[in-house]
């Protein structure tokens, strides 16, 4: 796989991580029969930080991928 494949797949497994984060709080809430912001905001918080760092990680490297497979074609 070249850099530019992998720097897009990796920003692909980014905006999956990020939605996957949202998508479980909305199932978290799917008995709750009022919603308003601040309940979501707390669901939100139940469902922890660790797919918000994975999916920021995975777009800095996906980012840094697309980026040296630019600069390695303008060398060439």
Excluded: Q
């Excluded at 980014?14 to 912001?37: C, D, E, F, H, Q």
């Excluded at 930080?49 to 800095?60: A, E, I």
Aim: aromatic letters at 12%; charged letters at 10%.
């Amino acid at each position: 796989m070249s850099r530019r494949g992998a720097g897009i797949a990796l920003i692909a497994v980014a905006a999956s991580l990020y939605s996957t984060r949202y998508l479980s709080a909305a199932i978290l809430g799917s008995g709750v029969k009022s919603w308003n912001a601040e309940l979501f905001a707390a669901m939100l918080e139940y469902t922890g930080p660790n797919l918000l760092r994975l999916s920021v990680l995975s777009l800095v490297a996906g980012l840094f991928y697309l980026a040296w497979s630019g600069f390695g074609s303008v060398r060439k």
